[in-house]
Each structure stands twice: as structure tokens, then as C-alpha cells.
């Protein structure tokens, strides 16, 4: 069964740093790409970034394009997301996500918008709080 499983979340002051882990088991980890989104309350869902394990390419959304980075740990099967200079406005749940990765997922056009659709497996999220 494919699980994914995300920690790391919490409150955190305006400009701090916080560092998502994104759990994976249940399939081969480097076949696969891994995207993180998050949804503010009253808001869509948005596409932050993603990361192809078997390339390692990698894309992100423009709000956090030079403030966050995907990185991943194929041997402990797990994809971070650093998160730095934090913003009120980066508060939402994050949740990671997994498609094979010959379905190019990570380059769907417009990611932030639409890359939800290209992910069928969902871990339950992480809350991240950021205040002012």
C-alpha cells in the first residue's frame, strides 16, 4: 500500500525557517515524483513544488521560488521541503503527493494552479502557522 506520510509542521515567527519531511513507503521510491502543496482556509488548493526522484529535476511555485527548496533522501525514501524567510501568507496545511514519474507530473504547465491533477496519492497533511 502506497503511504505517504508528512511531519514537521508548527508555528513559526515572520522570516523563520521550518524544514517538512514527506515519508514515503509501499513503492519504488526513485520511479516515482513527489509534489507539496498546500491550502490556506478558503483558499485552493496551490502547487508549491516538486521533485522528479529518478532526475531530480525540480520545479516551484513563483510565491516560493528562492525562499523554499525540494530536496530528497532517496535511501530513507523521504522529500523535504525547506521553507525560509516565512511569510504570514505561507500558512496552510502542506501535503505531499506521489505520481509515477513517467507521467511527467512535475511538468505540468502552470503547476501551482494545476498540479493537483497529475497526483493520485495524498498523505493527511502538516499545519504550518506563520505569524507576524
Known amino acids: 500500500e502506497v503511504q505517504l506520510v508528512e511531519s514537521g509542521g508548527g508555528l513559526v515567527q515572520a522570516g523563520g525557517s521550518l524544514r517538512l519531511s514527506c515519508s514515503a513507503s509501499g513503492f519504488t521510491f526513485d520511479d516515482y515524483a513527489i509534489g507539496w502543496f498546500r491550502q490556506a482556509p478558503g483558499k485552493e488548493r496551490e502547487g508549491v513544488s516538486c521533485?522528479?526522484?529518478?532526475?531530480?529535476?525540480?520545479i516551484y511555485a513563483p510565491s516560493v521560488a528562492g525562499r523554499f527548496t525540494i530536496s530528497s533522501d532517496n535511501a530513507r525514501s523521504t522529500v523535504y521541503l525547506q521553507m525560509s524567510s516565512l511569510h504570514p501568507e505561507d500558512t496552510a496545511v502542506y501535503y505531499c503527493a506521489v505520481n509515477h514519474a513517467g507521467r511527467s507530473p512535475c511538468r505540468r504547465a502552470a503547476f501551482h494552479v494545476y498540479g493537483y491533477e497529475e497526483f493520485e496519492v495524498w498523505g493527511k497533511g502538516t499545519p504550518v502557522a506563520g505569524s507576524s
Open positions: 521533485i522528479n526522484l529518478s532526475h531530480y529535476n525540480t
